[in-house]
């Protein structure tokens, strides 16, 4: 338990700081960069807590494909490679407070509700998610199949040229 | 393992994600906000699963990454029209529908 906890720890420091990268660095390739960092720690969260299937589809989703659509919609609106002085527009400081404000009321009501419950995982094999996606969860799941469809035919039709 | 300290990670990361949101001119770089603050609804939802030993966590866990990967894909299919129509991803200039 003390592993986990001290593994937990340096993994929700880098994440933090990454995160905080993200939404600061002032050069947009690089805070694409940053939330592969984030979306790593988050996968290797799901690993701490023995969910074995929900990591393996964040590194193959996220970090192999979302990822990328983000590096190209990067490159085709041509972000100059570099320091961009103009990605943050001049409502920093309120937005920094309604963060903060968010983080103090989501913190509050986390420890009034949570305060001392501990979690002991077990194991969720990639055959449990098998049995229970196309059982219980099945219309959910062609439901989201055809949303998928639909909306990367909508993406397409959106960007192409006529 | 304490199940607030999934929590209070989630929290700070979901609030980090609203500052990039609502502090970020560059449209690409809130549709990156928007995934970290989807990210830590996952872990939030993850953890639960956890806690409560069922896979129902874990199942909607993947179906928020599902919608999350098919509105990146419109949502960075529009910037790139918005870019080839204005010549700029800045949101301070997409306001034609401004009152």
New interface residues.
Partial sequence: ?VA??VV?GIL?AV??LS??K??TTQN?VR??LY?VV??AG?GA??L????E??FV??VI??IG??VV??L???M????PIGR?V????D??W???L???F??GV??AV??DA??????H??I?RTS??AN??FSA?LI?FEV?SV??LA??V???A??R?D | ?????????A??????????V????????V???I??ML?AV??NL??F???R?T?????F???V??????????G??????I??NRAS????DADLMKG
């Fill in positions: 338990m986990q906890n937990f929700a994440m933090v995160a905080w993200v939404v947009v805070a694409v939330l984030v979306l988050a969260q799901y701490l807590l023995a969910q299937f929900i589809v964040q989703v996220y494909a979302v659509l983000f190209f919609g990067t085709l609106t041509r972000a961009d103009n990605v943050d527009n409502q920093k309120l937005a920094a309604t963060a903060l968010l983080v989501m913190v986390l420890s949570f305060g001392n419950t501990h979690v995982p077990t969720q449990d998610v229970s996606m969860y959910p989201v949303l998928l909306a990367l909508g993406a397409i959106i960007a040229r | 393992m304490l199940l607030n300290q999934f929590l209070f990670l929290a700070v990361l979901f609030c980090i994600g609203v500052y990039g609502l502090a970020r001119r560059n449209a690409v770089l549709l990156a906000s995934e970290l990210n996952n872990i993850v953890a699963g956890a806690y030993h896979i129902a966590g874990q199942i866990a993947l179906f990454i599902t919608i999350a990967a098919a509105e990146v894909g419109v960075l299919a529009i910037v790139v029209l870019f080839r991803i800045s949101l301070d």
